[in-house]
């Protein structure tokens, strides 16, 4: 079966998913994942590794475009209102996550140091992808989802940090430091400052561009230029695509001249490409790891789910928020997804005597709570009444 043929199961699989999805009052999105998991080795073995190039660069692409629509979320009015709760809660929530999980992982469960260290410093990073979608669908407005998505962006900067943090730690531990230390403690530092400088400057480029577009043909075009041009610079510089694409969109709001007009033409080519891309990551996820990983699994989740929403209450009763958010905004935050399934590869590559027990957690828990997630996201955002549709 050749790779058009099996991009159109996927699309119609996916779009069919989302449909009965809607039926059941579910999300969208995990109607695209579970239509995808019939195409993948699960079941119908459709999607398979001999796929895997162009599944890449559609992943690569949807992801860049909703970083990008992340980083529209980072309007300086909004930022300086929201900005110090933002910062607060999301260390809050960080900690509590990557904290929770080590003392479950280590000192409940008897894993070795490394091991315990490095899967609670992966679960610290939120998948923004499906509770966007989720705000969308139901077009969400109010307090708390204002802070959703500027939250989910700034823990996916911090998650990369500790994880940087705790792999460099683990190599000194396992005696495979082949640098100073200061450079391994520095190393993740740097990765996300020339991200950010990166991003910065392709969206200073495209604010100047923009300004000279008048046919909304043309401004797709240079759109997908800007995301196209974004991936490859930052996969050339070996940085953070998904931290360049949304400091992309962050300047570009804040310094594009009509920048509603820009996110507008984007949001309205990129609905098939999320549709590829969840159904394409349902596809992935292998429903034996659910037989397979065990009681340490089940415990992985439930630290992780607890430290997320118990980090978040405490950080938000620390600045004085609504009880509203206080009670609903950490089960927003818990879709898990790219940003830790990469983060585990760096894994396999770095520390491969740990790949088979580490890659398998993290894909058991991203099976769960890329399912579980945008669901829990669209009760969290109905409990605060901040549906309006």
């Not at 009965?20 to 239509?35: D, E, Q």
Request: glycine share 10%.
């Amino acid at each position: 079966m050749n790779i058009f043929i099996k991009l159109g199961l996927v699309l119609v699989f996916g779009f069919m998913g989302g449909k009965l999805a809607s039926k059941l009052n579910l999300p969208n999105v995990t109607g695209y994942l579970i239509g995808g998991i019939f195409l993948g080795t699960s079941f119908f073995n459709v999607i398979t590794q001999s796929d895997s190039q162009v599944i890449n660069f559609i992943n690569e692409f949807t992801l860049s475009a909703i970083a990008f629509n992340i980083g529209g979320e980072f309007l300086w009015d909004t930022i300086k209102k929201l900005g110090k709760d933002v910062v607060i809660i999301t260390i809050a929530e960080v900690i509590g996550a990557v904290v929770i999980v080590f003392i479950l992982m280590y000192f409940i469960m008897g894993q070795d140091f490394v091991f315990s260290l490095m899967v609670a410093s992966m679960s610290a990073a939120t998948a923004p992808a499906g509770t966007m979608l989720v705000i969308k669908q139901y077009r969400a407005k109010g307090p708390m989802t204002d802070m959703i998505l500027p939250i989910a962006a700034l823990d996916d900067a911090l998650g990369i940090m500790v994880f940087g943090l705790a792999l460099s730690l683990s190599k000194v531990v396992l005696g495979k430091v082949s640098g100073s230390t200061l450079s391994l403690v520095l190393a993740p530092f740097i990765e996300i400052a020339a991200s950010l400088l990166l991003g910065f400057v392709i969206g200073f480029i495209l604010s100047r561009i923009s300004k000279h577009i008048k046919s909304s043909q043309e401004l797709v075009v240079v759109i997908i230029l800007t995301l196209l041009l974004t991936s490859g610079l930052s996969m050339l510089l070996n940085l953070s695509s998904l931290l360049c694409a949304m400091m992309v969109g962050a300047t570009y709001i804040n310094l594009g001249q009509n920048p509603s007009r820009t996110f507008n033409a984007i949001n309205n080519f990129v609905p098939p490409f999320n549709i590829l891309f969840f159904a394409l990551a349902g596809s992935s996820l292998d429903l034996s790891i659910l037989t397979n990983i065990g009681l340490i699994g089940i415990v992985y989740v439930m630290g992780r789910m607890s430290g997320k929403v118990l980090g978040t209450r405490l950080g938000a009763v620390s600045v004085g928020s609504s009880e509203t958010i206080r009670k609903y905004l950490g089960w927003a935050l818990l879709p898990q997804g790219g940003v830790s399934i990469g983060l585990s590869m760096i894994v396999s590559a770095q520390l491969p005597e740990y790949r088979e027990e580490i890659v398998g957690l993290i894909l058991f828990s991203v099976l769960i709570f890329e399912i579980i997630g945008p669901i829990l996201a669209k009760i969290s955002i109905t409990k605060a009444k901040e549906i309006t549709v």
